[in-house]
T-cell receptor, first 112, second 113 residues
Framework: KAGVTQTPRYLIKTRGQQVTLSCSPI?????VSWYQQTPGQGLQFLFEYFSETQRNKGNFPGRFSGRQFSNSRSEMNVSTLELGDSALYLCASGGLAEETQYFGPGTRLLVL | SQKIEQNSEALNIQEGKTATLTCNYTNYSPAYLQWYRQDPGRGPVFLLLIRENEKEKRKERLKVTFDTTLKQSLFHITASQPADSATYLC????????????FGQGTTLQVKP
């Protein structure tokens, strides 16, 4: 089975812009979670989608949003980018038990 | 709120020795705990999951213990190899039937030949 894929892998944006990141989960997985990883804060949970519905949400401002499509692919959007949004954004998909999370390689976002 | 603590300092050991990493948590009673490995620039990779009713779990050279009284998990790598050098992350489940995980900051392990 192919693993979790994320596009793009690298992205450079300027403050005030918006960005959309994409994630394709492992085939058959219906749960997709998004995490932000920074050196200072570590891995922080953004939100989780299951069957096109947001099931969990972390403590991030409303500028961070996401959605999931009927084929389980997910996108996350960050509007009005700030310098502090520079991070590695990781997507993870879960199987039936949804206990173990399978992570993608991440999208490295740099905000200038 | 839940808090997870891992040794923030890097752990340096000699090849062949056993590496022991610690994960402590507070304000929570997780149904399970997981350990992940992360290499630079890559996503975390699942290693082991241990449930609250399990004391110990093994997988090849890896061993995890879970003490719900002490609120602590220990992660051991026996006969360590330079290829084991990576950052190891402890994660607690963030709620039943959910994919949400709460991660510790991770401990970087360096195995020297």
């Amino acid at each position: 089975k192919a693993g979790v894929t994320q596009t793009p892998r690298y992205l450079i944006k300027t403050r005030g812009q918006q960005v959309t990141l994409s994630c394709s989960p492992i085939s058959g997985h219906r749960s997709v979670s998004w995490y932000q990883q920074t050196p200072g804060q570590g891995l922080q949970f953004l939100f989780e989608y299951f069957s096109e519905t947001q099931r969990n949400k972390g403590n991030f401002p409303g500028r961070f949003s996401g959605r999931q499509f009927s084929n389980s692919r997910s996108e996350m959007n960050v509007s009005t980018l700030e310098l502090g949004d520079s991070a590695l954004y990781l997507c993870a998909s879960g199987g039936l038990a949804e206990e173990t999370q399978y992570f993608g390689p991440g999208t490295r976002l740099l905000v200038l | 709120s839940q808090k997870i603590e891992q040794n923030s300092e890097a752990l340096n050991i000699q090849e062949g020795k056993t590496a022991t990493l610690t994960c402590n948590y507070t304000n929570y009673s997780p149904a399970y705990l997981q350990w992940y490995r992360q290499d630079p620039g890559r996503g975390p990779v699942f290693l082991l999951l241990i449930r609250e009713n399990e004391k110990e779990k093994r997988k090849e050279r890896l061993k995890v213990t879970f003490d719900t009284t002490l609120k602590q998990s220990l992660f051991h790598i026996t006969a360590s190899q330079p290829a084991d050098s990576a950052t190891y992350l402890c994660a607690l489940e963030g709620g039943s039937n959910t994919g949400k995980l709460i991660f510790g900051q991770g401990t970087t392990l360096q195995v020297k030949p």
